[in-house]
Nanobody, 124 residues
Framework: QVQLVESGGGLAQAGGSLKLSCAAS????????MNWFRQAPGKEREFVAA????????NYADSVEGRFTISRDNVKSTVFLQMNSLKPEDTAVYYC?????????????????WGKGTQVTVSS
């Protein structure tokens, strides 16, 4: 059983930065691909970023490419999402998710465990 807890959300101005963290407990995640998704009010949950088990391979949604960076610390079983040049359209609840396999997948249906989310609000 894995528990994921996100932190680091909050209010930022457009053009600002936030760094989200996702801490895992229950077991280590050194062999798991990990993802970030987000869900804005009235919209479906969407893929944001993913990282493979080693951290050497990453994947980003077009909407965040070049602005967001996903990384991980396998010793601390923590995944990060550095968000720069934030836009009002980045406002959403951000969820950390993982899968039991080591390679990247980007669909919500491929995730095996989820955190409860952290709110990010970007003001214009």
């Amino acid at each position: 059983q894995v528990q994921l807890v996100e932190s680091g959300g909050g209010l930022a101005q457009a053009g600002g930065s936030l760094k989200l963290s996702c801490a895992a407990s229950g077991r280590t995640l050194s062999s798991n691909a990990m993802n970030w998704f987000r869900q804005a009010p009235g919209k479906e949950r969407e893929f944001v970023a993913a990282i493979n088990w080693s951290g050497r391979s990453t994947n980003y949604a077009d909407s965040v490419e070049g602005r967001f960076t996903i990384s991980r610390d396998n010793v601390k079983s923590t995944v990060f999402l550095q968000m720069n040049s934030l836009k009002p359209e980045d406002t959403a609840v951000y969820y950390c998710a993982g899968r039991w396999g080591p390679q990247i997948r980007t669909s919500t249906g491929d995730m095996d465990f989820w955190g409860k989310g952290t709110q990010v609000t970007v003001s214009s």
